[in-house]
């Protein structure tokens, strides 16, 4: 309709029926976004509350006019049809000419979102390398779908009819939206930060399925729960093995463990294994998979430390009760941790690589470890003969030291096992330097049965 806003008489008559500011309705809602604002962007917002105001007294002398128009035809006697009737009088066309035009434009502003991100929006939290690769797809979704400043009037009880609502022409809502007619986006101030960034519908769920739940935190998860099953498991074979021993008749227990030469340990054993395992499960919690990882390791060594030292008295005192009168019912032994070890080891290997900038270089890299981690444990991820090599001596030479300390029944510090490993680490490498994912060069099968294969290279550095 008629002449561009907002035209001298539009701003001028929207003042005087007192419409709303843009600047102190910006201020008041979004003061962030208003300083990023271009005058022309504020002025469509203003073009919109003027026109809530200015256009309703327009319409009314509009329609004033028409019926006036209509009057005078017929006092004139004028009739024609309705086709070749002129469908406006001079004043209806100059009443038309001042009423300013919205359209959805003017109600969805493109902003620069790059000027409303604070700086540490998409920064990642965690080591999880999952979480900066989706991070940055929110970058990206940000930049084709765009950030918008939403300009809505508000729906408002009608003063007439208490029961009714009708359109405010002095208030209104507005608010950021992720794209066209996105997802509002719940800022305070115009600002965008990582967390009303991920209380966006499409965002937070996002986040929850690719991250939270990712490839890389299942994982992680998984190696947390193989090494709980190793803990756990062993200590309630252990406990139910005590259990055996006070239910045996009298001598039972002390001939069969002199015979078989079986040196009984402590059920405190499992206490180091299991706290390292709680400690490994806080740091995933908190983003810390990298810490993680290196504690679920240590963890697991503990663990298959105490694993063996169990195995070595049931296999002796089982010696010495078949040559004793009243032999002892003994339990099934603990399983092998070797697998838990080794995945810990390379998870944590991952993360530490990623963290320090190594890893997922390219978009090769990337989808080799997409691939390596969709693969479950009956599929197998793998490790490269030579990072298998590197795990096996690492966890040869930590073993031994681990095993050594756990003898004397004190339980070491996370400060103290990092000191001990230090040598392991120069020899070997970093388990974050050396442990990577392949795509080639390995059988396809699990990682139980290509542990299997490489028993006699690997099982002597754990089954001393």
Request: hydrophobic share 40%; aromatic share 8%; with cysteine.
């Amino acid at each position: 309709m008629g002449s561009p806003y907002p035209g001298p008489r539009g701003r001028r008559l929207a003042v005087q029926l007192g419409a709303t500011d843009a600047n102190a309705l910006l201020q008041n809602t979004l003061p962030y976004l208003l300083r990023t604002l271009t005058p022309e962007q504020i002025g469509r917002v203003q073009k919109v509350l003027d026109a809530a105001v200015v256009n309703p007294v327009l319409q009314q002398q509009y329609a004033g006019a028409s019926r006036k128009y209509a009057q005078w035809e017929r006092a004139h006697g004028i009739y024609h049809s309705q086709s070749s009737r002129p469908t406006e009088s001079p004043q209806m066309r100059r009443i038309d000419d001042e009423l300013i035009a919205v359209d959805g434009s003017d109600k969805h502003i493109l902003v620069q979102h790059q000027k409303l991100l604070a700086h540490d929006a998409l920064i990642p939290q965690s080591d999880n390398p999952d979480e900066a690769a989706y991070l940055s797809k929110i970058m990206q979704s940000l930049g084709s779908q765009g950030v918008y400043l939403r300009v809505e009037p508000m729906l408002v009880r009608d003063p007439s009819d208490p029961s009714a609502r009708v359109i405010s022409q002095r208030d209104f809502n507005v608010w950021l939206s992720y794209g066209y007619d996105g997802d509002v986006i719940p800022t305070k101030d115009g600002r965008l930060t990582r967390d009303n960034l991920l209380d966006t519908k499409v965002f937070g769920a996002g986040y929850y399925t690719h991250v939270m739940n990712g490839p890389f935190s299942t994982s992680m998860h998984e190696a947390a729960e193989r090494v709980s099953q190793v803990v756990m498991g062993g200590q309630q074979v252990h406990l139910r093995q005590a259990g055996v021993r006070d239910t045996a008749a009298p001598g039972v227990v002390g001939i069969s463990d002199w015979l078989g030469d079986a040196d009984y340990p402590p059920v405190s054993m499992w206490d180091q294994p299991w706290k390292l395992y709680m400690r490994g499960r806080d740091l995933m919690n908190g983003g810390h998979y990298v810490e993680a990882g290196k504690v679920l390791t240590y963890a697991a060594i503990f663990g298959q430390i105490a694993t063996k030292r169990l195995n070595d008295y049931i296999d002796a005192t089982v010696k010495g009760a078949a040559r004793a009168v009243g032999a002892l019912s003994v339990i099934v032994k603990v399983s092998e941790t070797l697998e838990t070890v080794l995945f810990a080891w390379s998870m944590a290997g991952f993360a530490l690589r990623f963290a320090a900038g190594e890893a997922v270089a390219t978009a090769a890299d990337r989808a080799v470890f997409d691939k390596m981690l969709q693969a479950t444990s009956s599929a197998g991820d793998k490790l490269e003969l030579d990072v298998l090599d590197r795990a096996v001596g690492w966890s040869e030479d930590v073993t031994k030291v681990f095993d050594a300390t756990a003898r004397t029944g004190r339980e070491l510090s996370e400060a103290q096992l990092d000191e001990l490993c230090k040598a392991a680490d120069a020899k070997w490498g970093n388990p974050g330097r050396a442990a990577k994912y392949v795509s080639t060069g390995l059988p396809n099968k699990p990682i139980s049965d290509f542990g299997r294969e490489v028993s006699d290279g690997v099982k002597r550095y754990f089954v001393h």
